[in-house]
């Protein structure tokens, strides 16, 4: 397939810079996959289109202050670091800018010295690998330091970090926000709860690769990036009983999603397991374990769109996205939600 046919016209004024005043009171899309109808919601909405004995999977990451700005000892001059993943307990795999700086035993300093780092490696794709240096709890001394890495459409800056956060987030590691899932509010997952739905979580460590753009114009010679994921015992049961049962597996999010399609076997099923995945589901793909997807709506031409296009088709995808379009739906990390079922 070409990278052309996942092209498509966005407005800049629909990219949302700040999330919805309520999260669950953005709009929600509702698109049947095989028909290909659509039908205009608000989210909180969504609880009408789950039924008792259907599954719900969340990834519960937790976004790290991963964007950190400091400046090269002996210069001066102004650096920005993000940290990629995690080698060992002080060294970090980051993107540095400006890089021409940034060359092995390069020395920098943030927040007056109380966080300092030297490269010790440049990787073959530019990235460089650091060691930190501090006295005390890195992760303290990031929360205090780092900032929200937002993606680059994103001009506006937070009010609280928070926003930025699922309400359900647990396990830190994620350099962006697996997005769909900022919609929900506790008091909706108890109401979905109480309907007899279950809600289980998986954690994927969501890399900064979801923003990387696909450059080759077959999309079939994409390489994907990795990203580490964890499935539970627990987790793994209800999703297999609900298979057997004959409800619905709904994930939420393209993460969500990709982890469970790298985790299940031929046959649907998914067990406890961890490890990375550089899965990439594009048209063509058939699905094994998840019947329908809650997501945003996604960048042009992105492995994301492709992805929710292998769900339903591509002309009943692209088709949506004009509709959306027309009706002014807001779009990305901070924008409304589609549900595809």
Request: contains cysteine.
């Amino acid at each position: 397939m070409q990278l052309k046919d996942f092209d498509f016209d966005l407005p800049e004024e629909l990219i949302a810079q700040h999330p919805a005043a309520k999260r669950d009171e953005c709009r929600l899309m509702i698109l049947d996959k095989e028909s290909g109808s659509i039908e205009h919601k608000v989210f909180k909405d969504v609880i009408n289109y789950l039924n008792p004995g259907d599954c719900l999977v969340m990834n519960d990451t937790r976004v790290i202050p991963a964007r950190l700005i400091g400046t090269k000892e002996g210069s001066g001059g102004k650096m920005e670091f993000l940290l990629l993943k995690r080698i060992d307990k002080d060294h970090w795999e980051t993107l540095v800018k400006p890089g021409k700086k940034a060359k092995i035993g390069a020395r920098f300093e943030f927040g007056e010295g109380h966080l300092k780092a030297e490269v010790t490696e440049i990787k073959e794709e530019g990235n460089r690998i650091v060691r930190f240096e501090y006295e005390g709890i890195f992760e303290e001394i990031l929360d205090r330091l780092g900032e929200m890495p937002l993606p680059p459409y994103i001009t506006e800056k937070l009010e609280d970090k928070e926003q930025y956060q699922t309400v359900y987030s647990k396990n830190e590691g994620s350099a962006a926000a697996p997005t769909a899932g900022l919609h929900f509010t506790n008091e909706l997952l108890d109401k979905i709860r109480a309907k007899g739905i279950k809600t289980v979580f998986l954690t994927l460590h969501v890399g900064l690769g979801t923003f990387r753009p696909v450059k080759v114009e077959k999309i079939e010679e994409h390489h994907m990036h990795s990203e580490f994921y964890i499935m539970s015992k627990d987790t793994a049961d209800i999703i297999n009983e609900t298979k057997a049962k004959g409800g619905k597996v709904f994930s939420v999010g393209t993460t969500s999603t990709r982890t469970l399609e790298t985790i299940a076997d031929e046959n649907g099923l998914v067990k406890e397991s961890s490890g990375w995945t550089d899965i990439f589901i594009y048209p063509g793909y058939k699905y094994k374990v998840v019947d329908g997807l809650i997501t945003n709506f996604h960048l042009p031409e992105s492995t994301l769109i492709m992805l929710v296009s292998a769900l339903s088709d591509r002309e009943k995808i692209m088709n949506a996205y004009e509709v959306a379009v027309n009706e002014r739906y807001r779009f990305f990390s901070f924008g409304d939600a589609m549900f595809i079922r």
